[in-house]
C-alpha cells in the first residue's frame, strides 16, 4: 500500500482550525487591484471559512491535517 500524501496546493491554502472549521484566504485580491473599488477590496481583507459543502472534500486531500 503506497503512502498517503498530502496534496501540496491544499497545504499551502489552507489551515485546519482547532475547531474542525478550515480557514482559507480571499480570491480575487492579487494584481488588477487599480480597476476595483476600496469597497471591494476592504471587503476581500482578512480569512474566511470554507463552507460547509467543501469541508470534506478539503479534508480528502489533507488527511493528516
Not at 12 to 20: H, W
Not at 35 to 48: C, D, M, P, S
Request: proline residues 3%; charged residues 30%; without cysteine.
Amino acid at each position: 500500500m503506497p503512502k498517503m500524501k498530502t496534496k501540496s496546493g491544499a497545504k499551502k491554502r489552507f489551515k485546519v482550525r482547532s475547531s474542525g472549521s478550515i480557514k482559507r484566504g480571499s480570491a480575487f485580491k492579487r494584481h488588477i487591484l487599480t480597476k476595483k473599488t476600496t469597497k471591494t477590496k476592504r471587503q476581500l481583507r482578512g480569512v474566511h471559512a470554507v463552507h460547509e459543502t467543501d469541508t470534506a472534500r478539503v479534508h480528502a486531500m489533507m488527511p493528516f491535517a
